[in-house]
């Protein structure tokens, strides 16, 4: 029998790829100004540009596959991704005239929860605070070479930080109903 | 007309390289972990005899 977090990774890589060469451009991106509500659902399927594509792809891979490794509940990583994904909604809120396109937060909120999951052999007093500290490496990194061009990727890292926090909170819910 | 500010939701290599080497020290407990259960068995399987 295959398993059910494969089979939900391939079917949003699926959707992802589809996306990506059927509808090229923004329209089902998701903006704060002049939305349309059908964006909602699909913001996360749009992809701007390849590199965009594959790292979404291969972080969505490499967590499925931790999971899956880990005998995960797959209620809780679908839950961990899809609240991860929509907590980018609320955020948006507060940054006038943007445009979100992406799941990386979903995938985030997957990974956060799968850690957790992972405890007994890998602490999270480690992998939390180093996933955070990739997260933000990034804007550390424009920090260091270029300035103000680190303010566009920090903004990324916040919905990211949201993401991985959000996926969090749901794996400490799921560990205490059961 | 607003200039829009387009924010890429990319997991990044950074958020790549966590899940990997996650995913390969997991790997790498269970093998161990697998071992040991064998040669716990091997063991009770000889004192048996």
Known sequence: MVNQIALFAAAIAVINVAVFFAIPGDSLALRSVGYDPLTLLTFEFVHFGLSHLLENLLGLLFTAALAIELDMDVRTFILAYFVGVFIAVPLLISFPAATIAGNSTGIFGALAATLARAKPMLPTRITYPAAILFIFSLTSYGLLTCGNCALSTFRADLFHFAGFVTGAAVSFTSVRRH | ?49
């Not at chain 2, 939701?9 to 093998?31: D, H, N, Q, T």
């Open chain 2, 1 to 49: 007309m607003t200039d829009t500010v387009i924010i890429l939701l990319e997991f990044g290599l950074g958020g790549a390289v966590i899940s990997l080497i996650s995913l390969l020290y997991v790997r790498r407990e269970k093998a161990k972990l697998r071992r040991s259960v064998l040669r716990y068995e091997k063991i009770k399987r000889e004192l048996g005899e």
